[in-house]
């Protein structure tokens, strides 16, 4: 959301006080009728509103702060937070196969990997795997939490390009038929033939020795970025 300088002074001054008159958010040097306009325009923004004793932050306007510096008044960037989800099932002799996905879109076009997917507003790590995995390969399965996966990656500056927060899922005891998209081609492969490729994410094989450790730990991995 892209407010005014003025518009964000304002909301400056409500995030120590409520209840702030039309005096006590006046900014110096701006007309009434100035200032009046862009108090009308965080009001339609749903990001103050009027109470008896002034005006105060609303819901929305308060996690808007939250995202904000209040110092430099500028917007964070803060990490993505998703789900990774592998997902797994048993050959002959007691191996084990697991569903790939190739990238049929931008960004990371043609690069293979696992299931993944944001988590939406309001949604468990848990329901979010559940309704991703459903969305992605028309699968239900058994979910079992692994692992938690800070991703981070830079280009040749130094600066970062990707900065992802994954809860990582394996899924077992599938149910129902594989569905295919436009977004991803989705395969069955061993990990010997998959180590093999050469056009894997960079933290493909990373992930898999955790996995198959099978302990919950966290895991940072910070490198440059290449095809994004």
Not at 146 to 153: E, P
Not at 188 to 211: G, Q
């Amino acid at each position: 959301m892209d407010l005014h300088e003025y518009q964000m002074a304002i909301l400056q001054k409500l995030i120590y006080k409520n209840d702030l008159r039309f005096t006590d958010l006046k900014i110096e040097n701006l007309t009434s009728e100035h200032f009046t306009y862009h108090l009308k325009k965080l009001i339609e923004k749903n990001l103050i509103k009027k109470t008896i004793g002034g005006y105060e932050l609303t819901i929305e306007g308060k996690d808007f702060i939250g995202r904000i510096d209040t110092v430099n008044l500028n917007i964070e960037k803060n990490p993505k937070v998703s789900v990774l989800i592998y997902i797994r099932r048993r050959k002959d002799k007691g191996n084990f196969e697991y569903l790939m996905s190739k990238r049929l879109k931008q960004p990371y076009l043609g690069k293979v990997g696992n299931i993944t997917g944001k988590i939406k507003f309001g949604e468990t790590f848990s329901q979010a795997a559940e309704r991703e995995l459903e969305e992605e390969t028309g699968l239900k399965a058994d979910l079992k939490l692994n692992h938690i996966y800070h991703k981070i990656r830079i280009d040749e500056n130094r600066i970062p390009v990707q900065d992802g927060v994954f809860a990582v899922f394996i899924a077992m005891r599938l149910k129902g038929k594989i569905r295919q998209t436009k977004e991803a081609k989705l395969f069955w492969t061993t990990l010997e033939k998959l180590y093999k490729r050469k056009d894997l994410f960079d933290d493909v094989k990373e992930n898999f020795e955790v996995l198959l450790k099978n302990k919950f730990t966290v895991i940072e991995d910070k490198k440059e970025q290449i095809g994004f």
